[in-house]
């Protein structure tokens, strides 16, 4: 480790041994750890480490080492809660729940945030990668640190611009680098964007115009240039998080010299016109007052605000076309003015995958309907979801997921009456409100209409073939069900809940005794799906005796329905852990469960109700799980999970 952070002009290495998995670890839980700092890695190294210190290792090790500790020193690393995401936890984490076990570099990850260590005011981040042995256990990380005041000795941003108003900035984002808009989180960075981006929670959105990237910050525009930097492999399990090195430089810093020219040269033209005005009083009189009148009138359209002035005509042709000008430059500017904020303003109101409302117009919109009962008379709110969205872009790439949505998009507004409000709430979710009907019948009448208009619309593939446009929604009635829009939102949402968890593809009206029962249900009970995969795990075991099929009444208060025997079941298929299932035996059950990988299993038990008037009467089960329950015929000593 010593011999590393000599050679490698890093300012920390570490080691951290550990086996147990870390959703388990409690605050306080102290890690075996060896953490050594050089605090200048550029300096000539010292033949007795004198420029080493020691700011994790146990007391043995230091008194072995002869190395100095430093003022935050502690024989063992504490592991605190809300640390899911600090430097040696993911990279471990992963390794430890990944079945498929791939080789330690590629879980290496760089952190990107900033940490600190215990009692340490300096901030580092750093690389860490995992600790396997040939057997697949993992058992600690071994990493490097670079202190943040190191890496801006390495980034001179001073050479970015002569008055040292430029920054370099290291970030990461998950976004395609191929879009209009960039969300970056900053990692370190050096100059004057300290402050500002402390102030934005060190996240930033660059956006594109024309061949560069831009942002503002305390209102000023800020120009730069993106340097992407590999440090994954494809198929790492960090490969989402792209590593950017960002130049920044302000616009009127960038465009300074420029500037000072125009300036030089308007005062030139004032002094110029200063001159010339001179001569010409000395001349005239009379040649002083078509200018003052000129004067008159400009400073006349300032203080009324006016964008464009108006002057009247001197009949002297130089001041004409002067004037002229003014009048011309000014309409250029407005027109500029007027461009740019009708430009901003459809970026904040319309979705730019789809072109509908996005979520924060259409709530503005709605909202102002909403203070107008006489304008919505009966409205319904509608909220779908697609159903295929996801198989799409798994199969084909998120390129014709996005294609998908766009077709979706254009059947809604196609489809829809005139003037309703349709929206892309977020992913494949959308919402549209009708209103202004006479009677609720109408509205139903044109619901109908639009969902059976919808269910003839397809959506095109890269094999040729069309893939038919299928959602799944829930309808909630204004002011039958509710009068204000958040509460049609949430009756809305849980008629469409209801929909993907049972049939797809329909769009169900808002039921309010159901909705009643489900909230009961859930306030005296934590939801199986909520436990199942809270505690998943590739070494997990679940077993689960739900209800039998058709006797879910028989249980009082269970509030488990026919419709959770299906969202069960789809749970199940979905974890990385073993299961096994009792059922009884029915044709309904069998269906369900016939499934690839699924082994169903017959065995019959003693009828213990009714024993005692027909003894040795037998009930038929069925055993349902996810590996083959006949192995354990095979095995030569008793199966154990430990």
Known sequence: ??????????????????????????????????????????????????????????????????????????????????????????????????????????????????????GDDREAIAYAQPLILDDGTVYGVLGVELLESYMDTKLPWNELQNDHHGSYLLASTTSDLKGEVLDLHVTS??????????????????????????????????????????????????????????????KNDLFSFSQSMTKLMGLAVLLTMGIGLACAFLVSFGLAQPVAQLSKELVDAQEQRKAVPEFSRTGIRELDQLAESIVTLSTDNYKAAVAERNRIEHERDYDALTGLYSRQAFFRVCGELFEKPDTLRHAALMMTDLDNLKT???????????????????????????????????GDEFLLLFYGYETREALRADIKKLEENFAQSSAALPDGKGLCIRMSGGVAWYPEDALDLDTLKKYADFAMYEVKHSTKGEIREFDMERYRAGVYAMEQRSDFEKLIRQYDRPVSFFYCDPPYFATENYYKDVGFTKADHIRLRDTLLQISGKFLVSYNDCPEIRDLWNRPGIAIEEISRLNNLVQRYEGGCMYNELLISNYDTSERAKMTRQLSLF
């Not at 480790?1 to 300012?11: G, N, P, V, Y």
């Not at 605050?27 to 020691?54: E, H, K, M, Q």
């Not at 993106?226 to 302000?250: C, D, H, K, M, T």
Request: hydrophobic share 35%; charged share 20%.
């Open 189 to 250: 960075n050096t100059g004057e964007q300290s402050v500002p981006l402390r102030n934005a929670k060190w996240e930033l959105t660059l956006r594109r115009s024309n061949n560069y990237w831009y942002y503002m910050m305390d209102g000023r525009q800020q120009i730069a240039s993106i340097r992407q930097i590999s440090l994954y492999s494809r198929n790492a399990p960090f490969s989402g998080e792209r590593w950017l090195l960002v130049g920044v430089v302000g």
């Open 1 to 118: 480790m010593l011999e590393t952070l000599r050679s490698k002009r890093i300012t920390g290495i570490f080691l951290i041994l550990n086996t147990h998995d870390f959703t388990g670890r409690t605050s306080g839980d102290r890690l075996p750890c060896v953490y050594l700092r050089d605090l200048d890695p550029d300096a000539a190294p010292s033949v007795v480490n004198s420029d080493i210190l020691l700011e994790c290792a146990p007391s043995e090790l230091v008194q072995t080492f002869d190395i100095a500790t430093d003022k935050a020193w502690s024989p063992a690393l504490q592991y605190l809660d809300g640390e899911q995401d600090v430097f040696y936890v993911r990279p471990f984490q992963t390794a430890y729940e990944d079945v498929e076990r791939m080789g330690a570099a590629n879980y290496g990850r760089w952190t990107t945030l900033p940490y600190k260590l215990l």
């Open 392 to 426: 799409i872009n798994d199969t084909y790439g998120h390129d014709w997921g996005d294609i998908y949505l766009r077709q979706t998009a254009h059947s809604l507004r196609q489809n829809s009456p005139g003037g309703t409000v349709v929206a892309r709430l977020s």
